[in-house]
């Protein structure tokens, strides 16, 4: 049973279009987020929620918007996709209020933008 | 702000010989600092920590960290590479006084490669 999953694991689309990754946790962690991994495999926090409350919110974009509907799951949502866009977005959750907590991550979902 | 440098993107180490990945942390306080490991295709899973209970810190697959406070150091090593060991590893801090929030930081990460 995984931990943390992303669908879906691929995704190829054309610039402009519009799209969606869902991430879902078992663990019962109340903190979540989303980091981005570029081509150079730099790993880049986007967002961070707590218990459905966002609370890390980096210079990213407007285009991209995270909802958490409940504390197990969190999506990004990505308006009019950019060549820029492409990369492996992680999911990761973790226990809240434990700064020595391990994250977790999901196995990611490579977004590919033509 | 908390930076993390792994020194190195890319390290070459012969079947069986000491591993040595390098990371420094810039804070004037101490962050709580980890070890990931990303293999292909999958997402980053924990090596090891330090969290200030001892410097020298044991992790999975027969990795270790010693964290130096008068370098701002915390290298990664292991004594005898192997085949499966070759991945991204990468190098993380949590501030110890992060105003609540959670942010984990990582550094570049540096490619094992592990020649037969």
């Known amino acids: 049973d995984t931990a943390v999953s992303q669908t879906p694991k691929y995704l190829v689309t054309q610039m402009g279009n519009d799209k969606s990754i869902k991430c879902e946790q078992n663990?019962?962690?109340?903190?979540m987020y989303w980091y981005k991994q570029d081509s150079k495999k730099f790993l880049k926090i986007m967002f961070s929620?707590?218990?459905?409350?966002?609370?890390i919110n980096e210079t990213v974009p407007n285009r991209f918007s995270p909802k958490s509907p409940d504390k197990a799951h969190l999506n990004l949502h990505i308006n009019s996709l950019e060549l820029g866009d492409s990369a492996v977005y992680f999911c990761?959750?973790?226990?809240?209020?434990?700064?020595?907590?391990?994250?977790?991550f999901g196995e990611g979902s490579r977004l590919t933008v033509l | 702000a908390q930076s993390v440098t792994q020194l190195g993107s890319h390290v070459s180490v012969s079947e069986g010989a000491l591993v040595l990945l390098r990371c420094n942390y810039s804070s004037s306080v101490p962050p709580y600092l980890f070890w990931y490991v990303q293999y292909p295709n999958q997402g980053l899973q924990l090596l090891l920590k330090y969290t200030s209970a001892a410097t020298l810190v044991k992790g999975i697959n027969g990795f270790e960290a010693e964290f130096k406070k008068s370098e701002t150091s915390f290298h990664l090593t292991k004594p005898s590479a192997h085949m499966s060991d070759a991945a991204e590893y990468f190098c993380a801090a949590n501030p110890i006084y992060s105003g609540g929030y959670q942010k984990v930081t990582f550094g570049t990460g540096t490619k094992l490669q592990v020649i037969p």
């Open positions: 929620y707590n218990n459905k409350e966002l609370i």
């Open positions: 990761a959750s973790r226990i809240a209020g434990v700064l020595t907590g391990e994250l977790f």
């Open positions: 663990l019962g962690h109340d903190t």
